[in-house]
């Protein structure tokens, strides 16, 4: 599991873009050479904060492509510190962190 | 956890002890409660479970192609210019379970979220914005032709 995060400025206003190792699983597929259904497995919850301050949490369902893309904007400053943090279904859960540039 | 959580709310609890042995609710019901709006499989079924009656809106604007070749990746940008907006929804009507995110925006946040989402088939993507008590939404369709639920 990996996540990328980005966080660039320009005029005043931070992108942040981030990219979730994840599968994603629905529940609804089924495994091709057993027939069985593999169970679900996603992202439920994610959490984006600048030091204590919480910019974007999101609440998932199972519909979020595999490999979850998330990106929004806010009014920041270079320097600002990002963190994110996801948690799936399974209460597995990773982090990031980075600097605004 | 979640159900830890939801078996302490004394009073909640209960309430829907009373509602399930009244017959009011099934045991599936009850575990759909605890999934939230998530766990609904109709697009009526979802916004009831969110406990909002929408209000169309011009001011909305969906961003995502008229027609995705693949549907388990299907890019969607969902922006408002309606003021105070906090909270902005994606729903795919004809999803087995519609609702695919809830994005909740911090002070200084700009209203617009982007993200992927899966479509089984063609079907409006619904967007959902809250701005005090109010929930407004816009939908637009996209017409897949892989769908990205199957396997």
Redesign the interface.
């Known amino acids: 599991m990996a996540i990328k995060l980005k966080a660039k400025l320009a005029d005043g ?1 931070v992108e942040v873009k981030a990219l979730m190792e994840h599968p ?1 699983e ?1 529940g ?5 050479k057993t027939g069985e259904k ?1 169970p679900a497995h996603f992202i ?1 919850k994610v959490e984006v904060k600048s030091g204590d ?14 490999n ?9 400053a270079a320097g600002d510190k990002i963190k994110l943090t996801w948690t799936d279904n399974k ?1 597995e859960t990773d982090s990031a962190e980075t600097d605004v540039s | ?1 979640k159900r830890r959580i939801f078996l302490q709310g004394t009073v909640a609890a209960s309430a829907v002890g009373v509602a399930v042995s009244a017959g009011l609710l099934t045991p599936a019901q009850v575990m759909a409660e605890e999934l939230g709006a ?1 766990a609904a499989t109709t697009l009526e079924d979802a916004l009831k479970a969110m406990a909002v009656t929408p209000e169309e809106s011009k001011d909305i604007t969906i961003k995502a192609p008229e027609i995705a070749e693949n549907g ?4 969607v ?1 969902i922006s408002t210019t309606i003021a105070g907006a906090t909270e902005i929804s994606i729903l ?1 009507a004809n ?16 209203a ?8 089984g088939k063609t079907s409006d993507v619904i967007a959902l914005v809250k701005a005090g008590d109010k929930v407004y939404s816009a939908k637009q369709e996209v017409k897949v032709t892989i769908g ?4």
């Open positions: 206003v994603m629905t609804q597929r089924k495994d091709k593999i439920n301050k919480v910019l974007l949490s999101a609440d998932w369902g199972a519909s979020i492509s595999a979850p893309y998330l990106a929004f904007s806010y009014k920041g209460g | 956890m998530f388990a990746v299907v890019p940008t795919v999803n087995p379970t519609p609702l695919a995110g809830t994005f909740k925006l911090g002070e200084g946040v700009e617009m979220a982007s993200t992927r989402i899966k479509m990205g639920c199957g396997g």
